[in-house]
């Protein structure tokens, strides 16, 4: 069931109705219902993967909480099954394939026969983030973070919560799982505000990533027959749909909780806009990027034993979070890539000076301009390895990206020639519209700046926004990248 569907158009209502009809003490018995029925609209055979993943979770949590603190080693042991039995489950469907692939080719290099094994299997809809979701619940509970949950239903409804269930964001304990305890109320403020967050979410889905897609998809599929300023404008272009496609989603999935009075983490903070390629992984993907820090990173020692050390968690961390995103040596690339320039910036830029001020630009001066186009420039380029089939096929990217580049007039005039747009318009207004939104949200909520202008401005505005929704969205209702990791 897609947010940009008709069937999530009858869903919600329904939800919502049914949601705010009922006491507030069965409230989280309609979201754990609700959150099942909408995973069981994917393949609802696959509901048992969740349910094991939840009552394997939920156990260990209970277990650990009834041994006595003094018992650490009956306290780890436990943790330590709960997460192999829920990484298990992700490894079987997502990595089993990749992994005896590759275990194969390096057995052909030293002349070892090895049969391949090969399974169809269809890939979980949502299980690497309702995976990562309860692996930090355990985790917490085995630290003394957060208290083991004792109602299974509610715990159900924390891990199955529908709006950020298959795509993020990657809920925290103290963050989600109270919130299904406490009194709700809806308000007019949080509602109207979830609204208009869901609107630009599915802007951003709707009109600028499905649009770019089209194009994305028709280079990547076929990259042999282009060449020149086309290859560098399908880059770009991926790079402006992957961001709009899954911060649309997040905004969505944020709107939407609080349609039902609960808070989801911020997920996107403007990335783009980032000045550093540290700065750059605390503002993208940001229940991802922080559960890594949290889980991985620091445990690995953070920097806290000397600056090699501090590089190679740097290079782990981000490597191990490239292959969370797929079975491919592309994505584990893409994630040894930012890991490597994250490594180099530690050199060569320390996040402070000598002085223990912060090494960094005033936010809107030349040098800040210089950084952030610098650091997108580089981002852009390791997305080219994130979509491409291979890293082979990505490596033809960009050896075809110069072709031509000594006639620069031609080369950009014919760079656009597959990219047939309605108009103008239908590129640069949405374009424009993203951009002076994420600047803006580098210092206001750009929403809550609606709320300080009078009815008459904002029922414009909204008018306004209909009808460019109307004129250049895509209903062609197509899945969030996302959704396939």
């Not at 909408?38 to 969740?50: G, P, R």
């Not at 808070?263 to 403007?270: G, H, I, R, T, V």
């Not at 034993?305 to 994505?331: D, E, I, P």
């Amino acid at each position: 069931m897609l947010f940009n569907s008709a069937a999530f158009a009858i869903f919600l209502p329904i939800v919502f109705l049914v949601y705010w009809a009922v006491p507030n003490k069965y409230r989280y018995i309609i979201l754990a219902i609700s959150g099942y029925w909408f995973y069981m609209s994917w393949n609802a055979k696959y509901v048992v993967l969740i349910l094991f993943t939840t009552g394997v979770s939920y156990l260990a949590a209970r277990i650990m909480e009834t041994l006595d603190q003094s018992r650490t080693g009956a306290r780890k042991a436990c943790m330590f099954l709960a997460i192999v039995a829920s990484l298990s489950v992700l490894f079987f469907f997502k990595y089993f394939n990749f992994t005896f692939a590759t275990l194969e080719r390096i057995c052909k290099l030293v002349a070892i026969p090895l049969h391949p094994v090969t399974l169809s299997l269809l890939l979980p809809v949502g299980i690497s983030f309702y995976t990562f979701q309860t692996l930090s619940y355990v985790i917490d509970v085995y630290h003394g973070e957060a208290k083991a949950e004792r109602n299974f239903v509610k715990y159900a409804a924390f891990v199955s919560f529908f709006p950020q269930l298959v795509a993020g964001p990657i809920e925290r304990t103290k963050n989600l799982l109270p919130q299904m305890d406490k009194e709700h109320v809806f308000t007019y403020e949080k509602g109207s505000y979830g609204l208009k967050l869901m609107a630009w979410g599915f802007f951003k889905k709707m009109v600028i990533a499905d649009n770019l897609a089209t194009f994305v998809d028709k280079v990547f599929a076929e990259v042999g027959e282009y060449q020149g300023f086309t290859l560098v404008l399908a880059v770009f272009f991926f790079t402006i749909q992957i961001y709009c496609d899954f911060s649309g989603y997040s905004d969505i999935a944020i709107g939407t909780a609080k349609l039902f009075d609960i808070d989801l983490m911020k997920n996107f903070d403007s990335p783009y806009f980032s000045a550093s390629f540290r700065e750059f992984w605390r503002r993208w993907h940001i229940s991802l990027s922080s559960w890594f820090r949290d889980y991985v990173y620091i445990p690995l020692g953070g920097n806290r034993k000397g600056k090699v050390r501090t590089n190679v968690n740097v290079l782990v961390t981000m490597s191990l979070s490239g292959l969370w995103h797929g079975a491919a040596f592309t994505y584990i690339v893409w994630g040894g890539l930012h890991g490597l320039v994250q490594c180099l910036e530690n050199v060569l830029f320390p996040g402070r000076k000598k002085d223990g001020t912060k090494n960094e630009a005033e936010k809107g001066s030349l040098l800040w301009w210089v950084r952030v186009f610098v650091v997108f420039l580089v981002v852009s380029s390791a997305w080219c390895f994130f979509r491409a089939g291979s890293v082979k096929e990505a490596l033809s990217v960009f050896a075809g990206m110069p072709v031509g580049i000594r006639h620069f007039g031609s080369y950009v005039a014919e760079g656009f020639r597959p990219f047939k747009f309605r108009s103008i318009m239908e590129l640069v207004l949405p374009f424009a519209l993203l951009f002076a939104y994420d600047y803006r949200a580098l210092s206001h909520d750009p929403l809550k700046d609606l709320e300080k202008l009078t009815p008459a401005v904002r029922f414009v505005l909204y008018v306004c926004f209909v009808i460019v929704m109307l004129l250049l969205a895509s209903f062609n209702s197509q899945e969030f990248v996302y959704f396939q990791f």
